[in-house]
């Protein structure tokens, strides 16, 4: 739903803080998105018919937007709703909520991709006219050589930083020098390919520049998809005029190094002097949406994977930070050591046997016996037979093989490791040899002693962070649709916040393996965890048990969310202090017929008393229906001392307000009052941490919140799975602040209560 309202100074348009009650547009205001609108038509007739359509080039919006009215006669505003079009943008709430996933503010948490805090932008269809600032260029000969910069494997997609995505194109870089307006084209590893490329060649000459350095990748389509094995068909034909030079930046040009222009503005650049260029030379586009989004879309179209480029840096030669590469599969070139023939057919290899380099040896990378056609297959055993050798040219086998040292009559045939293919796979295996691999081609570009075994990993769309999600789509709470993927993406979101209260903790997990609605256990000690990241301690920290478990990093709170834990119960002592809690919990539960104004009430009477005690406590929701208190302690009583007080605490309250309390658990006990649990203070218990989710129907979080938001409070379960990341968008203070920093002993406490 949109409003039609009044205009506003466009200065309203950075306001971020607090309305006061009572004032026109009351309550908190951030500014979640902002960019730049762009019309599709006549924008005042579409104002006048009811339907605005227009482009938006924001930070977490993009593609194509409707705004249709929808008013009645009767309506005193005026009522729109906006609508996402159909678009390569659009993307099924079930998959891909932006609000959920990216509910901050852009002016606190910037990701980075709108066009207009500076011309960053580079695409040329926008048709702006932007200054580019090129004050760090500088005048100097046409350099004779250029080594080009290099992409360095992800570990995982950058949450923040001002990054350009591209797709990782599937073919061969390709670098053009312009010296006088003649072209030659030379691969990464400094060959001049110019007589294979003399088409292309000419394709680049066409362009309106004397000198220059020009950086890209030549592909061959095939439905839209760079296509390796059409590349390698069409290097091989007589004419290359399926060849495609996909350009992404400019080094040098008409006089000028750029290597130390920021990127935007390089790219920038060469988006205008590409503008009038043939189909043969296109600009590398970037894509204007936060990474996750773009590589969810390009692991949808098969494409080999993401270039993320920072937008600020220099072209620096050589592998780099500010570019990184991540694979939707792995891929890299492995040395050519050998070849199985395949069975009942001459004259076709069956298998390649693989090999890469390190500390100058050649280290075993195993076999891949697919990818091919029976014509490859033939053409690979003609430029193979002739490099036959007696033995194995691997000098360094797998961890666990043994399997080239010794030949099966007849089965493999070694070769001199000069040929270098390209092999497309899902991954290592702790063998070091590749698992699931598919031949791509081979890469005349590269040379066999320059092949080594390549760092980084897959990046999957299901992934969080470091930690792969399994059956992302299983649906953990039937009641609202959250799934295993929705779960893991929560607790990522609030790991900052959550994991100071998890740290050196021992904890109780409450797993739900197929779901809330079926069996659900505890598990409290690290057998079998399958949980990699966890910690487990050392038995003797609490003798005659099984070894304690902490959750103290993130990997280790998603590698626990991905084994389906829902619920995170934590100790009152610290892993360093085991005996000595750091704090006492009341658990605030309604017993039958106890509405919730009763539940807040109580816990107005909880605090009072513990103020009166000379005890500062925190309040948090339960996730479910109640409240906790929390007290912090400097840890020297024991759990027994501590337990004692709390009992007293109960018992007084109970005794004192008997009509509202119960000290004694059990439903018969407390119908018509809230149960204060005490219990929870004892060695070993444990109560649902701060930012937990709740195995129940609706999933409920608890959340830390202040004394002066109890009488706002809705339930006990205000905050779910669904919301809860979006409320703490919002805060600009923790209400918990000085909950770390507050010294404080029972000693006085004890004896009022005596």
Same mark, same amino acid.
């Given at each position: 739903?949109?409003?039609?309202?009044?205009?506003?100074?466009?200065?309203?348009?950075?306001?971020?803080?607090?309305?006061?009650?009572?004032?026109?547009?009351?309550?908190?205001?951030?500014?979640?998105?902002?960019?730049?609108?762009?019309?599709?038509?006549?924008?005042?007739?579409?104002?006048?018919?009811?339907?605005?359509?227009?482009?938006?080039?924001?930070?977490?919006?993009?593609?194509?937007?409707?705004?249709?009215?929808?008013?009645?006669?009767?309506?005193?505003?005026?009522?729109?709703?906006? !609508?996402?079009?159909?678009?390569?943008?659009?993307?099924?709430?079930?998959?891909?909520?932006?609000?959920?996933?990216?509910?901050? @503010?852009?002016?606190?948490?910037?990701?980075?991709?709108?066009?207009?805090?500076?011309? #960053?932008?580079?695409?040329?269809?926008?048709?702006?006219?932007?200054?580019? %600032?090129?004050?760090?260029?500088?005048?100097?000969?046409?350099?004779?050589?250029?080594?080009?910069?290099?992409?360095?494997?992800?570990?995982?997609?950058?949450?923040?930083?001002?990054?350009?995505?591209?797709?990782?194109?599937?073919?061969?870089?390709?670098?053009?020098?312009? +010296?006088?307006?003649?072209?030659?084209?030379?691969?990464?590893?400094? =060959? +001049?390919?110019? #007589?294979?490329?003399?088409?292309?060649?000419?394709?680049?000459?066409?362009?309106?520049?004397?000198?220059?350095?020009?950086?890209?990748?030549?592909?061959?389509?095939?439905?839209?998809?760079? %296509?390796?094995?059409?590349?390698?068909?069409?290097?091989d034909a007589a004419s290359n005029r399926n060849i495609v030079y996909f350009? !992404?930046?400019?080094?040098?040009?008409?006089?000028?190094?750029?290597?130390?222009?920021?990127?935007?503005?390089?790219?920038?650049?060469?988006?205008?002097?590409?503008?009038?260029?043939?189909?043969?030379?296109?600009?590398?586009?970037?894509?204007?949406?936060?990474?996750?989004?773009?590589?969810?879309?390009? @692991?949808?179209?098969?494409?080999?994977?993401?270039?993320? #480029?920072?937008?600020?840096?220099?072209?620096?030669?050589?592998?780099?930070?500010?570019?990184?590469?991540?694979?939707?599969?792995?891929?890299?070139?492995?040395?050519?050591?050998?070849?199985?023939?395949?069975?009942?057919?001459?004259?076709?290899?069956?298998?390649?046997?693989?090999?890469?380099?390190?500390?100058?040896?050649?280290?075993?990378?195993?076999?891949?016996?697919?990818?091919?056609?029976?014509?490859?297959?033939?053409?690979?055993?003609?430029?193979?037979?002739?490099?036959?050798?007696?033995?194995?040219?691997?000098?360094?086998?797998?961890?666990?093989?043994?399997?080239?040292?010794?030949?099966?009559?007849?089965?493999?045939?070694?070769?001199?490791?000069?040929?270098?293919?390209?092999?497309?796979?899902?991954?290592?295996?702790?063998?070091?040899?590749?698992?699931?691999?598919?031949? #791509?081609?081979?890469?005349?570009?590269?040379?066999?002693?320059?092949?080594?075994?390549?760092?980084?990993?897959?990046?999957?769309?299901?992934?969080?962070?470091?930690?792969?999600?399994?059956?992302?789509?299983?649906?953990?709470?039937?009641?609202?649709?959250?799934?295993?993927?929705?779960?893991?993406?929560?607790?990522?979101?609030? $790991?900052?916040?959550?994991?100071?209260?998890?740290?050196?903790?021992?904890?109780?997990?409450?797993?739900?393996?197929?779901?809330?609605?079926?069996?659900?256990?505890?598990?409290?000690?690290?057998?079998?965890?399958?949980?990699?990241?966890?910690?487990?301690?050392?038995?003797?920290?609490?003798?005659?048990?099984?070894?304690?478990?902490?959750?103290?990093?993130?990997?280790?709170?998603?590698?626990?969310?991905?084994?389906?834990?829902?619920?995170?119960?934590?100790?009152?002592?610290?892993?360093?202090?085991l005996d000595k809690p750091d704090r006492v919990i009341f658990d605030l539960?309604?017993?039958?017929?106890?509405?919730?104004?009763?539940?807040?009430? $109580?816990?107005?009477?909880?605090?009072?008393?513990?103020?009166?005690?000379?005890?500062?406590?925190?309040?948090?929701?339960?996730?479910?229906?109640?409240? =906790?208190?929390?007290?912090?302690?400097?840890?020297?009583?024991?759990?027994?001392?501590?337990?004692?007080?709390?009992?007293?605490?109960?018992? =007084?309250?109970?005794?004192?307000?008997?009509?509202?309390? @119960?000290?004694?658990?059990?439903?018969?006990?407390?119908?018509?009052?809230?149960?204060?649990?005490?219990?929870?203070?004892?060695?070993?218990?444990?109560?649902?941490?701060?930012? @937990?989710?709740?195995?129940?129907?609706?999933?409920?979080?608890?959340?830390?919140?202040?004394?002066?938001?109890?009488?706002?409070?809705?339930?006990?379960?205000?905050?779910?799975?669904?919301?809860?990341?979006?409320?703490?968008?919002?805060?600009?203070?923790?209400?918990?602040?000085?909950?770390?920093?507050?010294?404080?002993?029972?000693?006085?406490?004890?004896?009022?209560?005596?």
């Amino acid at each position: 739903m949109a409003i039609h309202v009044e205009d506003h100074p466009v200065d309203y348009a950075s306001f971020e803080g607090t309305i006061p009650p009572k004032q026109y547009g009351a309550g908190t205001v951030l500014v979640w998105d902002h960019g730049t609108w762009e019309p599709v038509g006549d924008p005042h007739e579409g104002m006048n018919a009811g339907k605005l359509v227009f482009r938006l080039h924001g930070e977490k919006l993009a593609g194509l937007w409707e705004l249709v009215r929808i008013a009645k006669p009767e309506d005193k505003q005026d009522p729109w709703m906006l !609508f996402k079009k159909r678009d390569e943008w659009a993307q099924p709430l079930s998959e891909y909520d932006v609000i959920k996933a990216l509910p901050d @503010s852009v002016v606190m948490k910037p990701l980075g991709f709108v066009e207009e805090r500076e011309p #960053k932008s580079t695409r040329p269809s926008h048709g702006a006219d932007w200054e580019i %600032d090129l004050s760090a260029s500088a005048p100097a000969p046409l350099p004779a050589k250029l080594e080009p910069q290099l992409a360095t494997a992800a570990a995982s997609l950058p949450t923040g930083g001002d990054w350009i995505t591209e797709a990782k194109l599937d073919g061969y870089r390709m670098l053009a020098r312009v +010296d006088k307006g003649r072209v030659r084209l030379f691969t990464s590893g400094g =060959h +001049d390919w110019t #007589k294979k490329l003399v088409g292309l060649a000419v394709e680049v000459e066409k362009l309106a520049v004397s000198s220059a350095w020009l950086d890209g990748e030549i592909v061959v389509l095939k439905d839209g998809i760079p %296509d390796f094995a059409e590349l390698q068909d069409a290097m091989d034909a007589a004419s290359n005029r399926n060849i495609v030079y996909f350009l !992404f930046d400019v080094v040098y040009l008409d006089g000028k190094d750029l290597r130390k222009v920021p990127l935007w503005a390089r790219r920038t650049l060469l988006a205008r002097l590409l503008e009038d260029a043939g189909e043969s030379i296109r600009f590398s586009q970037d894509f204007e949406a936060p990474p996750a989004q773009v590589f969810e879309a390009a @692991s949808g179209l098969g494409l080999e994977g993401l270039m993320l #480029k920072r937008r600020d840096a220099p072209y620096v030669s050589g592998r780099s930070q500010t570019w990184l590469k991540a694979k939707c599969r792995l891929r890299q070139e492995l040395v050519i050591c050998g070849f199985t023939n395949r069975g009942g057919t001459a004259g076709e290899i069956g298998s390649l046997l693989l090999g890469y380099y390190a500390d100058g040896k050649l280290h075993d990378a195993g076999s891949v016996g697919t990818g091919w056609d029976a014509r490859t297959a033939r053409d690979l055993w003609t430029r193979l037979t002739p490099l036959e050798v007696d033995s194995a040219p691997l000098e360094v086998a797998a961890a666990k093989s043994r399997r080239w040292s010794r030949r099966a009559a007849g089965s493999e045939r070694w070769v001199q490791p000069v040929l270098v293919a390209e092999v497309e796979f899902a991954d290592w295996t702790t063998d070091g040899l590749i698992r699931q691999a598919a031949f #791509k081609g081979l890469r005349a570009d590269k040379s066999a002693c320059s092949v080594i075994r390549e760092a980084g990993k897959t990046l999957s769309a299901n992934r969080v962070a470091e930690v792969k999600v399994t059956h992302p789509e299983r649906i953990i709470d039937p009641s609202t649709g959250v799934t295993k993927l929705d779960l893991a993406r929560y607790y990522a979101s609030v $790991a900052q916040w959550m994991l100071p209260h998890l740290k050196d903790r021992p904890l109780a997990m409450l797993r739900a393996p197929t779901g809330l609605t079926d069996e659900l256990f505890f598990q409290k000690h690290a057998e079998k965890t399958g949980m990699p990241g966890l910690t487990a301690h050392d038995q003797n920290l609490w003798p005659g048990h099984p070894a304690l478990l902490t959750v103290d990093t993130l990997d280790a709170l998603l590698s626990a969310a991905q084994m389906n834990v829902v619920e995170f119960h934590t100790w009152n002592s610290m892993v360093r202090r085991l005996d000595k809690p750091d704090r006492v919990i009341f658990d605030l539960d309604p017993g039958e017929g106890v509405k919730w104004g009763q539940i807040q009430e $109580a816990a107005l009477l909880v605090h009072t008393l513990l103020v009166e005690l000379g005890l500062k406590a925190w309040l948090k929701t339960s996730g479910g229906k109640g409240l =906790h208190i929390v007290v912090p302690l400097t840890p020297r009583l024991d759990y027994e001392s501590v337990k004692s007080f709390s009992r007293a605490f109960v018992r =007084h309250l109970a005794k004192t307000i008997p009509e509202r309390f @119960s000290a004694t658990s059990g439903a018969a006990n407390r119908v018509g009052k809230v149960y204060v649990d005490f219990l929870r203070n004892g060695m070993g218990q444990t109560t649902a941490a701060a930012f @937990s989710a709740r195995a129940r129907l609706g999933m409920g979080v608890s959340m830390p919140v202040s004394w002066e938001q109890l009488s706002a409070l809705k339930s006990g379960a205000q905050w779910t799975v669904q919301t809860a990341r979006e409320y703490l968008s919002f805060q600009s203070q923790d209400p918990w602040t000085d909950y770390w920093s507050t010294k404080q002993t029972l000693a006085s406490a004890l004896k009022r209560l005596q």
